[in-house]
């Protein structure tokens, strides 16, 4: 394939890649899912502009600063130009679309021959788990993160490739701003810059490139570690590192091959898995190593960033396995329709193997456990309402039944109400060590109430020692266009009924009761 038809191929992907990406970003009014604490973050930069603020105020917690903050500086900068909270649409949409030229130069570097790279890209483009998660509001750091990562690993691939000083320093620049970006995406390169290092360091200077690489990293990052560590300390660095599941459940995850999030087709979930084994029985261990890498040091996060391996490897098996025939006859792979007419049954599995991708990209996103749903304009309304009348001291507890990553309610009540949520778990991984997994563990156990009678919340209150003076009930699907109709309907009915709580607030919205002390 020519550099010219490689060009074409990048360019039709990179836009077949935002159309996906794009396909529930431009119909929302409202960023999807979560990024209520990033926003927040973002309007506490405006503030101390230039400076990093000491804390964040989301949900009235004073949470340490200590998140890598690149990602807000730069919606600051574009806030108002983006159209204000819009800007955790349009950011998060163009970083993650721009992710895909990004991989397709890594996978050039990496992968053998010119048709496996675009394979890859293919379908690194249009995999769920790819994009699902940056996609939304708080995608905002995770998308930077992404794409800062692979820029970075492709620039340390070069480096190895050719040890001059200029790249070694290009991908310490990178490497850092990675750091900046997303703790999760430091720990990816991490993982695969040693795997390069372990099968690519040959010679004295490669490794004084690694070295100049390391000290550029050093001084990008230096300056921040250092404020927040002479404001708080490691405290709040430390607890957050302690919010991985941790290495065995990241096991099980690999042992699972659970990564793809696909919802109609597993099949590049498939194809990565012969690719796995393709790799392993020629003695080629990297994507292997890397994938295994990924998954099970990152159990967190790594199902989003092992799509990166996973796609190269998914493409060596379609080219090998599926596609081979296409390159055993020259004739025919300069004109595909000589190849069609030779070869109708390969050419239709290709076909259907390519249109499922396809589907599987798109198709995903109408599933009723499609993870970005995002406020309705009455939601926000009601939000609104208890900011502008309610009372903004209360301590209000939000129900809506949702697992708490995908409760954009209780993430957004915070920011758009002004006022507290008392189990809302954005933000407390950054407090102190245990409060992250207490927070969730409350979390989960107050979904339970959202189907049940009052006094669920009252048992609730008592079990984990949370006081609250308020409830807070969304109204109509708290899950996307595919849930269910209504939130909570038996729990609202059931506080209309209990003397100790009165409606103060009722719209297509929300329902709000204020709790009594009788």
Not at 59 to 70: G, K, Q, R, V
Not at 485 to 498: E, G, T
Request: include cysteine; aromatic fraction near 10%.
């Amino acid at each position: 394939m020519t550099n010219a038809a490689s060009l074409v191929a990048v360019i039709a992907l990179t836009a077949l890649g935002f159309i996906v990406r794009a396909f529930s970003v431009l119909p929302a009014e409202f960023p999807l899912n979560d990024g209520g604490l990033f926003y927040q973050m973002v309007t506490d930069v405006r503030s101390s502009w230039p400076f990093l603020p000491v804390t964040t105020t989301y949900n009235n917690l004073d949470i340490p600063f200590a998140y890598p903050p690149l990602a807000f500086y730069v919606a600051a900068v574009l806030h108002d130009v983006a159209g204000g909270i819009d800007v955790l649409r349009w950011l998060p949409l163009l970083f993650t679309t721009l992710t895909v030229p990004a991989f397709f130069l890594l996978a050039r570097s990496v992968l053998r021959g010119s048709v496996t790279p675009i394979a890859a890209t293919f379908a690194f483009a249009l995999m769920p788990r790819s994009f699902e998660w940056l996609v939304m509001g708080g995608g905002l750091t995770r998308s930077l993160g992404l794409l800062l990562a692979i820029v970075a690993l492709w620039l340390t691939w070069r480096m190895l490739t050719e040890p001059i000083p200029s790249r070694a320093l290009l991908a310490g620049l990178v490497g850092g701003l990675t750091v900046l970006a997303h703790p999760q995406a430091t720990l990816f390169v991490l993982a695969a810059g040693v795997l390069m290092l372990l099968l690519r360091l040959r010679s004295r200077r490669q490794l004084a490139m690694v070295a100049i690489a390391l000290v550029a990293s050093a001084v990008i990052v230096a300056p921040w570690i250092a404020v927040v560590v002479a404001e708080h300390g490691l405290g709040p660095m430390l607890s957050a590192g302690q919010t991985q599941p941790g290495p065995i459940h990241g096991a099980f995850r690999l042992i699972q091959l659970d990564f793809a999030g696909s919802r109609v087709s597993n099949v590049v979930a498939a194809l990565a898995f012969a690719g796995i084994l393709l790799a392993v029985s020629h003695g080629r261990w990297f994507l292997p190593a890397w994938f295994a890498a990924v998954l099970v040091l990152d159990a967190r996060g790594g199902a989003t960033y092992v799509t990166v391996p996973a796609a190269m490897l998914a493409a060596q098996a379609f080219v090998s396995l599926v596609a081979a025939p296409i390159w055993k006859d020259p004739p025919s792979a300069r004109r595909p329709s000589q190849y069609v007419r030779h070869h109708p049954a390969s050419a239709f599995l290709i076909s259907i193997i390519v249109l499922v991708i396809i589907v599987d990209g798109l198709g995903s996103q109408f599933a009723p456990d499609w993870p970005a749903a995002t406020l309705s304009a009455t939601q926000r309304e009601a939000m609104d309402w208890v900011g502008d009348e309610g009372p903004g001291d209360g301590d209000y507890l939000v129900v809506s039944g949702r697992p708490w990553p995908i409760d954009a309610t209780a993430e957004w009540f915070p920011v758009l109400a002004g006022a507290r949520s008392v189990a809302t778990v954005q933000g407390t991984e950054w407090v102190e060590p245990g409060r992250f997994d207490d927070a969730i563990e409350a979390s989960d156990a107050l979904r339970d109430c959202a189907d049940r009678p009052s006094d669920c919340l009252d048992a609730w209150g008592q079990d984990w020692g949370v006081v609250f003076t308020h409830v807070y009930i969304p109204k109509g699907s708290v899950s996307g266009p595919l849930g269910d109709a209504d939130c909570c309907v038996a729990l609202r009915a059931s506080l209309r009924d209990d003397d100790r709580y009165r409606v103060i607030h009722d719209d297509l919205g929300a329902t709000v009761f204020e709790r009594s002390d009788g």
